[in-house]
């Protein structure tokens, strides 16, 4: 193969329902990209055998032998350990244990890399794309940014004065502000999270719930055995919007008020100047759906005259990948 240019990295966003791979030059073009559903049985190492077949499927659309890689940015659910490289407690993982995962060192190991060669550089998966959106995409002109991604959980991170706010290392959980008092169970095992009425997989287990054990009718779960689908992914909840199911309808409006509820709240104590809107089902529902959490947090907001800037996320599906392609730059 001919010489590859220099400054090549991958980067990778690993979520609950799938996991998309880039390749980037030192300008942050994307030059290829490979995504693939994320594993929902076995455990840490199906899902890193998949996150290096993500790669090498990203380095072959790219052209670009992987051992040519300067190095790989991964961003990850759970509780990451950027020194040590690993993830522990990811909970919307299969069979992740709570004790550290060296994914770093393993994920290497899989591409088959000589000790030591290549780079992997880990950061949490919210934490990177809110990052990508204050560098590269919808917030680039502020200075100050909360950033809610809704998808199988719902995540948050936040920018303060142009840095990264980390706190002691678990600030920006956005998903477990208290919405309703003793409410439902959170997959965090804690009561009314706002996660537990909005995340996707909880709406999920709510749907089957209500189908299944209450007799509610829906077209949620024909629409995900006609695609083929193993879950209700974001293109499904869509769909059934379209179709105008109710119970789709019921459950999408109860999570939007609880995002609305908590977003208020944490604009309320951080005063940002923008709150960007992304992540699976962020994205998928777009401007219209920005403009609904938009309205259920107006009625929340101590400065209702003056609300921050709500945007959807500039950089769609790529933006966790491309923020931790940047991984590597700021690390």
């Not at 940014?145 to 936040?158: D, N």
């Not at 919405?179 to 706002?194: A, Y």
Request: include cysteine; proline fraction near 5%; glycine fraction near 14%.
């Amino acid at each position: 193969m001919p010489e590859q240019p220099t400054g090549l990295r991958a980067g990778i966003d690993l979520g609950g329902t799938k996991m998309q791979a880039i390749v980037v030059d030192a300008d942050e073009h994307v030059l290829g990209q490979a995504r693939l559903p994320t594993p929902t049985t076995g455990g840490p190492a199906d899902v890193i055998a998949s996150l290096a077949t993500s790669v090498t499927g990203a380095c072959e659309d790219a052209g670009v032998d992987p051992h040519r890689l300067a190095g790989i940015g991964l961003g990850s659910p759970g509780a990451i350990d950027e020194r040590a490289g690993t993830v522990a407690d990811a909970r919307n993982l299969p069979n992740w244990p709570a004790e550290p995962v060296p994914m770093a060192a393993l994920l290497a190991d899989a591409l088959g890399a000589d000790a030591g060669r290549l780079r992997v550089v880990l950061g949490n998966d919210v934490d990177v794309a809110t990052n990508a959106e204050f560098v590269l995409g919808a917030a680039r002109r502020f200075s100050s940014l909360l950033g809610v991604f809704w998808g199988t959980g719902v995540g948050g991170g936040i920018v303060l004065d142009g840095r990264q706010w980390n706190g002691r290392g678990s600030a920006g959980e956005i998903g477990h502000v208290v919405v309703i008092q003793g409410g439902r169970t959170c997959p965090c095992g804690r009561e009314g999270c706002m996660e537990a009425y909005a995340g996707r997989a909880a709406m999920e287990r709510r749907a089957r719930h209500l189908h299944e054990e209450k007799g509610r009718r829906t077209k949620l779960f024909q629409i995900m055995e006609e695609r083929g689908r193993d879950r209700l992914t974001s293109g499904i909840w869509s769909r059934a919007l379209e179709h105008e199911d109710e119970l789709a309808i019921e459950l999408v409006d109860e999570a939007i008020a609880a995002i609305g509820t908590a977003a208020a709240s944490a604009v309320n104590l951080l005063d940002p100047e923008a709150v960007v809107i992304g992540g699976g089902l962020g994205v998928r529902f777009g401007e219209d759906g920005v403009a609904r959490i938009r309205a259920a947090m107006l009625p929340h907001l101590f400065r209702d005259d003056e609300p921050p800037a709500i945007l959807l996320a500039g950089l769609g599906d790529l933006g966790g990948a491309l923020g931790a392609a940047l991984l590597l730059h700021e690390r």
